[in-house]
């Protein structure tokens, strides 16, 4: 069964930092690019960063400004979020989605159930 | 950045047809994507491309496109079509936009 499970979420101040991690299993990772998507409390959906599949590729949401950081360990089928400075808007739940490629369209197939990462004091 | 424009709140009497749309520059060169979220879920991919259906969508989800709008159509919308739903697209340079959400309600 293909699968993406999320961890690492959890409490932390403003301020702090917070690495989550997303297991793929079910489908060669090392084969396709994968991307973070994120869900404040009530609100829509957000794209927040992509990651080709070899690394050589990295895009960010604009209003990330630099604090955020994505990576991936192929060997060990994981995706990765380095979150730092964190602030009060950046609590969500935070979803790891892969990515896919057909003539013209680029989306996300298959996503995780998503980990919750709340900043507050 | 591009942005995706939806409008918030759709609703449609059981067993018809509704339409969904998503406007965006972006829209122009790629096809949007458009995923279903119910509360306590993560999305669900429902349309891709021009218009395909992942395995296991029923076919009254159907996706069409015009210059810079994509569209969603619900043919015989069923109660548990009752959701919020997102389009997506990548632009221009590389990234990826949502757009806000259309609240879908079932009467």
């Known amino acids: 069964e293909v699968q993406l499970v999320e961890s690492g979420g959890g409490l932390v101040q403003p301020g702090g930092s917070l690495r989550l991690s997303c297991a793929a299993s079910g489908f060669t990772f090392s084969s396709y690019s994968m991307n973070w998507v994120r869900q404040a409390p009530g609100k829509g959906l957000e794209w927040v960063s992509y990651?080709?599949?070899?690394?050589?590729?990295?895009y960010y949401a604009d209003s990330l400004k630099g604090r955020f950081t994505i990576s991936r360990d192929n060997a060990k089928n994981s995706l990765y979020l380095q979150m730092n400075s964190l602030r009060a808007e950046d609590t969500a739940v935070y979803y790891c989605?892969?990515?896919?490629?057909?003539?013209?369209?680029?989306?996300?197939?298959?996503w995780g159930k998503g980990t919750t990462v709340t900043v507050s004091s | 950045s591009s942005e995706l424009t939806q409008d918030p709140a759709v609703s449609v009497a059981l067993g018809q047809t509704v339409r969904i749309t998503c406007q965006g520059d972006?829209?122009?060169?790629?096809?949007a994507s458009w995923y279903q979220q119910k509360p306590g879920q993560a999305p669900v991919l429902v349309i891709y491309g021009k218009n395909n259906r992942p395995s296991g969508i029923p076919d009254r989800f159907s996706g069409s496109n015009s210059g810079n709008t994509a569209s969603l159509t619900i043919t015989g919308a069923q109660a548990e079509d009752e959701a919020d739903y997102y389009c997506n697209s990548r632009d221009s340079s590389g990234t990826r936009v949502f757009g806000g959400g259309t609240k879908l309600t079932v009467l």
């Open positions: 990651i080709s599949s070899s690394s050589s590729t990295i």
């Open positions: 989605a892969r990515d896919r490629l057909a003539v013209a369209s680029y989306y996300m197939d298959v």
């Open positions: 972006s829209l122009r060169s790629y096809y």
